[in-house]
């Protein structure tokens, strides 16, 4: 962080007013957001982003592409400083909102996206084109190859890197025996079948949502610093088959027309023409997906890429359904041969859980201490707070006792730091906080199998009152999110009565029974 300042210093002559780290995804880089002293007038703000890279030929990609970039009128952040050797700079803050974070919002019943949401999606998939045929249009653009990092060209050798990365961190992390003769020729002839469009198109590679910055309206893309000459199709499947997105097929084919149509002034190619080679790339990506997902969560433990298993596998199985995979006989069988595992484990953990119910239901029947058993009978309440655990445990008003006290303290505390300090776990930049880094998630998936199964079976059997506390540090970020993220899920999966507590805040809401 110190280095971050230092640069910060000798571009504006004045030092920060705060320096904070913001959350991390997938990338070893670290990114800062800087308050500073002296506002840039080109930017009309006060803030700019620092990032400190672990390669410096990494970094020296992204600055050089992004600076070819922008001369040809590409919005992507301006590099503003870089340090002597290249492992540090300064850029253009584009904000805290990513089309990701856009397209994770509520959707309509059908699932749909909202036309808002929709023309965001629109406008970022029509860029992609004007990025890909940069080179082609522009020759003197062709400087960006020589400066790709870690490769010019997306090659065979480069093909056959992902395929052994999907070998050796997914498949051997998995239960299964399999014939690595046998996988490697499917390798090799998918590789193949891979190469030969032989144009100078930018290959984007990490062309998904998260790299979509959203600033007025409009995008700016980032994270293109693995970019390299390649066809054009591996981004289209990139961004419509990114997992955590959940496009339905309505979306990704209409998103398709809007990228051919965008794509008419550099190359015209038919739908079905370009439908058939396109899946063949979503087949290459899901299995380079799940590659970094086994590594990032199988490997290091990283909560949302584990949760993200689930949802690539799903759609690796829609498209073994559409004969993608029929060329590749062998690793078809793997490829089902995993669906199953993750199936069968998938209901051995439910039974599991079924398991626990039923002693946890054993050991109700015998304490009937709070039935209500009157011909009046009452409807459940679930009372939730959230609380600082230096001011002590919420009391229990409706002297029943029991329920549930839940300390966040172990995951992450956006309370650490100084951008989220004035803020609560109710707000947006701390909920993504959060998310991102994934530690609260993995946490809550727990307390709802615990909090699900006990409002059942207070309904089923007449209890009145529920109480659930989430206590953390402060009462301000952990808790509070876990309170409200609890609240809304019990009253959305029960219709239950659910009164919610945020005493440290202040805060009461009813959520009334549906």
Known sequence: MERIKELYVTLTGVEPKDIAPLAGAGSNRRYFRIQGGKELSRFDAKTLIGVIGTHPEENESFIFIDKAF???????????????????????DCGNLSLHDIIMLPRQADTSFCPETFSILCKAIQSLPQIQYLPVVHPEAKEIFSH????????????????NYFKYCFVKLQPVEFNELRLQHDFEQLASDLMGDGEDTFLYRDFQSRNVMIKDGEPFFIDFQGGRKGPIY???????????????????????????????????????????????????????????????????KKAYFINSIPLALHNLQHELTLGVCKPYPYLQHLCEQLIRLHAEQSQAIDAEEEKKKKKVANCLKQDDTYLNTSSDKQPLVVQIYSFSFKKGIPADESGNGGGYVFDCRSTHNPGRYDEYKPLTGLDQPVIDFLEADGEILAFLESVYRLVDFHVERFKERGFTHLQISFGCTGGRHRSVYSAQHVAEHIHSKHGVEVHICHREQNISQILPRS
Not at 81 to 87: E, H, T
């Open 70 to 92: 922008r001369q040809y009128g590409l919005p992507v952040p301006e590099i503003l400083a870089v340090s002597d050797d290249q492992m540090v700079y300064l850029q253009q």
């Open 148 to 163: 790709c990092f870690p490769q010019r060209e997306m090659d065979f050798t480069s093909v056959m890197f992902d395929l």
């Open 234 to 300: 591996y981004d289209v499947a990139s961004f419509l088959w990114q997992s955590s997105a959940k496009f339905t097929d309505a979306d990704r084919d209409l998103l398709i027309n809007v990228y051919l149509k965008a794509l008419k002034p550099y190359k015209t190619i038919s739908k079905p023409e370009f439908l058939q080679r396109l899946h063949l790339f979503v087949l290459f990506r899901l299995l380079q997906v799940l590659g970094a997902y086994g590594y990032r969560g199988l490997w290091e």
